[in-house]
């Protein structure tokens, strides 16, 4: 995906609207910076629209960190952590795109607390192009996760809110978004995954509530997908044991409500060795595919996927995306267009694209596990 190719380039964020077009940021090394935030835009087909782009204007110290969102009509926001920006330590910033790639107003500061580390965005987008930033930070006496809600104008909804540790978000038709964290304690051992619902006006639904019921050892990197009702999944990495090796990739669904639908469920396969780094996608329907790294039986770590149905029934055995397995592949994310199509993106390491990490992608139909074609970002 990356065309500048000299130094390391590594995958942080995909986005595709409704029609499959799709967007992937990364941080990388460019002619303009050493350290900075990139994207490239692709038509449905996979095809590339336009050159990559340097997202971030201030270019002082290193912009890492990058996640993007996209809405119904392809316009799309994406954040990025950025060092020393802020007059402390790293903080927040955004840039706003419409579909056509050009970018809406300058970048903008997300965190109004500046003192100390606020980093470790993500973001989530509804159909008219509100949005919500999270993102972890110090505040006097503790460290938690934070939000703040935007109007499609790119104004911001109140001020920042307190959540807790770090998060993902995910968000519904109507605005309405649940975000999903990691904690050291709260479930009697040594890590749990908690969730909290808002209503569109940022507003809590209900109290925060623990995800994971398997409670030995740590829970932990949760993601979190929601589709066109406001149902939604979160699936996370449990150390060790649960599936019977060091590390496993579990999961479990709920009913917009904030009601659980089913127990919890193991995600991967393979059990030997650490299968981590989770993400998840959904479609409108709640058809669902989940991607991690992982050991794996081809030597080398690489990057798998398992799709779901609405159901919650897996749909075929889990699957390698990446073709190339010289190195390790892996830090997934992945992307669901309105009809199910998905891409998925990754970090090559090392030499793939020639120099250190590379940035690489696969599209695939939901419907069938057809690969449709493998590309390189950069």
């Known amino acids: 995906m990356n065309t500048y190719t000299t130094g390391g380039q590594a995958v942080q964020g995909v986005a595709a609207d409704p029609s499959g077009k799709f967007v992937v940021v990364w941080w990388g090394q460019g002619v303009e910076e050493t350290d900075g935030v990139f994207g490239q835009r692709y038509d449905s087909s996979g095809i590339p629209v336009g050159p ?29 952590q950025s060092f020393t920006q802020d007059g402390s330590d790293f903080g927040v910033f ?59 104008t790119g104004a911001p909804l109140g001020p920042e809110f307190r959540i807790n540790r770090p998060a993902d978000v995910a968000t519904d038709t109507l605005g309405n978004f649940v975000v999903v964290w990691g904690s050291l304690a709260g479930d009697g051992s040594n890590g749990a995954v908690f969730g909290q619902r808002y209503a569109s006006s940022g507003a809590p639904l209900g109290p925060e509530f623990r995800v994971n019921t398997y409670t030995t050892g740590i829970q932990r990197d949760p993601s979190v997908a929601g589709d066109a009702a406001g149902n939604f ?136 596990p057809v690969e449709l074609m493998h590309f390189r970002v950069e």
């Open 52 to 80: 990559e782009f340097h997202v971030n204007t201030f270019i002082a110290s290193q912009q890492t960190k990058a996640r993007v969102a996209t809405d119904a009509a392809g316009n799309f926001v994406v954040v990025w």
């Open 94 to 152: 955004g840039q706003r795109y419409d579909s056509s790639g050009a970018a809406i107003g300058p970048e903008f500061r997300v965190n109004s607390y500046t003192t100390g580390f606020q980093g470790g965005p993500t973001i989530a987008i509804d159909p008219a192009g509100n949005f919500v930033v999270v993102w972890g930070g110090d505040q006097p006496g503790s460290f938690d996760v934070f939000g703040q809600r935007y109007a499609s």
């Open 233 to 368: 999944v979160v699936v996370w990495t449990s150390y060790p044991g649960q599936d019977g090796s060091s590390g496993g990739v579990f999961g479990q669904r709920y009913a917009s409500s904030g009601s659980p639908i089913g127990p919890e469920f193991q995600v991967n396969t393979y059990t030997t060795g650490a299968q981590y780094a989770t993400d998840v996608g959904i479609d409108p329907s709640g058809d669902f595919v989940v991607v991690w790294v992982g050991g794996s039986p081809y030597g080398g770590s690489d990057t798998f996927g398992q799709r779901y149905a609405s159901s919650g029934a897996p749909l075929g055995p889990e699957f390698r995306v990446n073709s190339y397995t010289t190195g390790s592949q892996g830090y997934g994310k992945v992307a669901v267009d309105s009809t199910g199509r998905f891409v998925v993106v990754w970090a090559s390491f090392p030499n793939q694209d020639g120099s250190g990490f590379g940035v690489f992608g696969q599209r695939f139909s939901m419907i069938v």
